[in-house]
């Protein structure tokens, strides 16, 4: 019998007791299993389960390290990945009604990375219907249904990566993977109390991902701490044979071998101007606990059109990428209203603007890297509010509220960036530290979060569920 | 009137400028046809706007019958929002070689007959 509190254990806890012969990865996965089906269920969070390959890939890890062969840390580790990474013998929906009974021949590089280094998939984990390219304003925009947080299932869980949040916030799964074309990990684990991480654009290969953005697209990593994150990292970075974006260098996780006092982390000027007070209050007591180990101090981020430069983007190429979808009609089965519409717009746009905003998007390149050069960490709250209202249009909840450009900035950049709890907001809801830094500084960031982890811990306090 | 951010648009006149086609010279530009904006009488007749030509592409390139009046002012909004997003960007000042960020690069093949 497997203990409650272990739903919230980390990898490493975890590990520890697989290693010490306290419980097995069957037990493990059968524990999860039944908490993706029991909870998982009533937050909208799980779209399959793959239980056959789960108790399959679980006995194969406990009979590999009964004799002796250990594949590293993820282990016998139970998982959920996002259900727009591909898994053969399953569905891979996209979160979309349309892709409901879609299947692929081959499994996505980072299934097969993370099977190669022992870890377990338990369940594929709802999504925004294609990512939340087509416009999504409001929660029910997914055929699985709306996204309900796991802290309080009247708020909204966040997205694109919604379901991967839910599981690890609730204790459904010990880590997820989540995709991140503009935000869509670092929200959905601010909202759900998590460590949500971004790597460096090209660290983690797409193939066998669905496609919105080629050049924003990016896998990573939902889990309790950011040493986790570290952790999974290293089984799914590398360069890879089909997705030529991917950075030639493998990826070596290494925590805890910068020199942090000298450190200059830099708040972003203006970013508590527009939040919830008790946004604003978290973050203030969050940059005094980063004060303990670096020097902390204001940074004015470019002035450019980040949001116009990420906007075009996506729209310029998922208009290609799903040209036929729209055209076919099949768009018009999509969940919420305004994704049936949203994507007709983009079929027209200039090729000028696109090609400007990659234009500017070099510029936004360099300016963000001049500036890591004095701050090598730049910090903003990851979201403005604590989770939204279920049941409302987004314009309407959020009126008044916006958070730092930071998060967009990164995307556009291609820079790593990584969400963290920072304590409870308004009704105890999760608040969240987002820290972004330079390009394939992976390592230096994760280890800035994990000593905030280690001096706090709001990442140990979880939902009762 | 003039047609405006906010000018609502009709499905049947709509419909019109759909039906006469996308050839602004010959339908609106010229003769004030289906496609030329509402203006007194007195006035010569306005070529429509970019947004209502972008929309009638759209139309002509997707055609069905899912284009009622809610589904025409949605993606004309959007139209408008994208022409929005498309001035921001034309605002920021860009010299001639500033060049995009693209992902292309060309791949260091191994040549025929070279060093392998």
């Known amino acids: 019998m497997i203990p409650v509190e272990w739903a919230f254990a980390t990898i490493r806890e975890l590990g520890q007791r697989l290693r010490a012969r306290e419980t097995t990865s069957l037990a493990l996965t059968e524990f999860f299993l039944e908490r993706l089906e029991r909870i998982g269920t009533q937050h909208n969070a799980v779209v399959t389960l793959t239980r056959d390959l789960a108790l399959r890939q679980a006995r194969q890890a406990d009979a590999e390290l009964s004799t002796g062969r250990d594949r590293g840390p993820l282990h016998g580790i139970p998982y959920g990945a996002k259900d727009l990474l591909a898994v053969t013998g399953y569905p891979t929906t996209w979160g979309a009604a349309p892709f409901r009974e879609q299947t692929f021949d081959a499994d996505a590089a980072v299934i097969t990375r993370l099977r190669d280094a022992g870890a377990v998939l338990v369940a594929k984990l709802a999504m925004i219907e294609l990512a939340g390219g087509f416009g999504y304003r409001q929660a029910n925009s997914s055929f699985t249904g709306p996204a309900l947080c796991a802290w309080d299932k009247t708020r909204w869980a966040g997205g694109s990566s919604s379901g991967s949040g839910i599981a690890v916030g609730a204790g459904l799964v010990p880590f997820a993977v989540g995709s991140?074309?503009?935000?869509?990990?670092?929200?959905?684990?601010?909202?759900?109390?998590?460590?949500?991480?971004?790597?460096?654009?090209?660290?983690?290969?797409?193939?066998?991902?669905?496609?919105?953005?080629?050049?924003?697209?990016?896998?990573?990593?939902?889990?309790?701490?950011?040493?986790?994150?570290?952790?999974?990292?290293?089984?799914?970075?590398?360069?890879?044979?089909?997705?030529?974006?991917?950075?030639?260098?493998?990826?070596?996780?290494?925590?805890?071998?910068?020199?942090?006092?000298?450190?200059?982390?830099?708040?972003?000027?203006?970013?508590?101007?527009?939040?919830?007070?008790?946004?604003?209050?978290?973050?203030?007591?969050?940059?005094?606990?980063?004060?303990?180990?670096?020097?902390?101090?204001?940074?004015?981020?470019?002035?450019?059109?980040?949001?116009?430069?990420?906007?075009?983007?996506?729209?310029?190429?998922?208009?290609?990428?799903?040209?036929?979808?729209?055209?076919?009609?099949?768009?018009?089965?999509?969940?919420?209203?305004?994704?049936?519409?949203?994507?007709?717009?983009?079929?027209?746009?200039?090729?000028?603007?696109?090609?400007?905003?990659?234009?500017?998007?070099?510029?936004?390149?360099?300016?963000?890297?001049?500036?890591?050069?004095?701050?090598?960490?730049?910090?903003?709250?990851?979201?403005?509010?604590?989770?939204?209202?279920?049941?409302?249009?987004?314009?309407?909840?959020?009126?008044?509220?916006?958070?730092?450009?930071?998060?967009?900035?990164?995307?556009?950049?291609?820079?790593?960036?990584?969400s963290v709890s920072m304590g409870p907001g308004a009704d105890g809801l999760p608040t969240a530290l987002q820290l972004v830094a330079g390009a394939r500084q992976e390592n230096l960031l994760l280890q800035i979060a994990a000593e905030y982890q280690r001096r706090t811990d709001w990442h140990r306090q979880h939902p009762a569920v | 009137m003039s047609e405006t951010e906010s000018t609502p648009l009709r499905r049947r006149e709509f419909g019109r400028i759909v039906t006469a086609g996308l050839s602004g010279t010959a339908l609106g530009l010229a003769s004030g046809g289906a496609l030329a904006q509402e203006t007194k009488p007195d006035e010569p007749p306005r070529p429509p706007s970019l947004a209502t030509l972008m929309l009638a592409a759209v139309v002509t390139e997707c055609p069905g019958d899912h284009w009622d009046d809610e589904m025409l002012q949605n993606v004309l909004s959007d139209i408008r929002g994208d022409q929005a997003r498309s001035r921001q960007l034309s605002a920021h000042p860009l010299k001639n070689g500033d060049d995009p960020a693209t992902v292309f690069v060309a791949p260091a093949l191994p040549h025929p007959g070279g060093p392998s």
């Not at chain 1, 400007?356 to 510029?363: D, E, G, K, P």
């Not at chain 1, 300016?367 to 989770?387: N, R």
């Open chain 1, 180 to 418: 991140e074309t503009s935000g869509s990990i670092l929200n959905p684990a601010a909202a759900n109390g998590i460590s949500g991480f971004r790597p460096t654009y090209g660290r983690v290969p797409r193939t066998g991902a669905m496609a919105l953005s080629w050049t924003l697209d990016k896998l990573g990593p939902m889990c309790r701490t950011a040493d986790d994150c570290g952790l999974v990292l290293q089984a799914i970075a590398g360069p890879d044979e089909v997705d030529f974006t991917t950075i030639p260098e493998s990826y070596r996780y290494e925590p805890g071998t910068a020199e942090l006092s000298s450190i200059r982390i830099g708040v972003i000027e203006g970013c508590v101007a527009n939040v919830q007070p008790e946004v604003k209050s978290a973050f203030e007591v969050a940059i005094e606990d980063l004060k303990q180990f670096a020097k902390v101090e204001t940074a004015a981020l470019p002035d450019l059109p980040y949001g116009a430069v990420v906007g075009t983007i996506i729209n310029g190429e998922m208009a290609a990428a799903f040209e036929e979808f729209i055209r076919s009609g099949k768009v018009l089965e999509l969940t919420a209203p305004e994704d049936r519409w949203g994507g007709y717009s983009v079929l027209v746009m200039p090729a000028k603007d696109y090609v400007n905003a990659l234009r500017i998007r070099r510029q936004i390149q360099v300016a963000i890297d001049k500036l890591l050069v004095d701050y090598p960490i730049l910090i903003a709250p990851t979201m403005a509010t604590v989770a939204g209202p279920i049941d409302r249009d987004f314009r309407e909840w959020s009126r008044g509220f916006g958070s730092s450009p930071l998060g967009t900035a990164g995307n556009a950049a291609g820079l790593p960036g990584i």
